[in-house]
């Protein structure tokens, strides 16, 4: 059950979900600690660009919202409160931005929009019209592009298409 296997930027970690909570593993050790141990479902980690946070997604409050962690604390905060849910958050190289997806509000299958938020002043920005079956974003090490897997429906009768 294990979901979201993400290596640190300094390679010595790897955090991941399982069993409805988010786990940290030392590497070359058998040190596994679990960072968020409570009733709720968190999924997706993503580590900030410095190691020392690791931003994921968390039914907490009803819905899955966005939440930062910070690690030397173990104090998580609220990011972001969405009325709808959210998925694949992604932390930009710079450490400026999380790149996410809505899903949509009809929970139609497989579509999302996406958008990024300004850690600091929690601002949103839509990017895309809704998508269908995005993929988890990647961004640049400059985090200025951004690339993202859509699949184009050969019909609306029928989900198969082209990636």
């Known amino acids: 059950w294990i979901m979201w296997p993400v290596i640190s930027p300094d390679g010595n970690s790897v955090a991941f979900a399982a069993l409805g909570d988010i786990y940290m593993k030392q590497i070359g050790t058998e040190k596994t600690e679990n960072l968020t141990e409570d009733e709720f479902v968190d999924i997706d980690p993503t580590w900030s660009p410095d190691g020392k946070q690791l931003a994921y997604l968390s ?3 009803g819905n899955m919202d966005l939440w930062v962690l910070e690690l030397a604390t173990g104090k998580s905060t609220k ?3 969405h009325e709808e849910d ?3 958050p992604v932390w930009s190289p710079d450490g400026k931005t999380i790149a996410y997806f809505v ?3 009809r929970n139609v299958w497989g579509y999302g929009a996406l958008h990024l938020i300004d850690v600091a002043t929690q601002d949103v920005t839509s990017l895309e019209n809704t998508k269908f079956v995005p993929s ?3 961004l ?8 993202v897997m859509v699949l184009q429906p050969y019909s609306s009768r029928y989900r198969e298409g082209l990636s």
């Open 59 to 61: 039914d907490k409050e």
């Open 86 to 88: 959210l998925g694949f």
């Open 140 to 147: 640049s090490a400059d985090s200025k592009t951004l690339a």
């Open 103 to 105: 899903r949509d509000s």
């Open 136 to 138: 988890k974003p990647s």
């Open 79 to 81: 990011l972001l409160d």
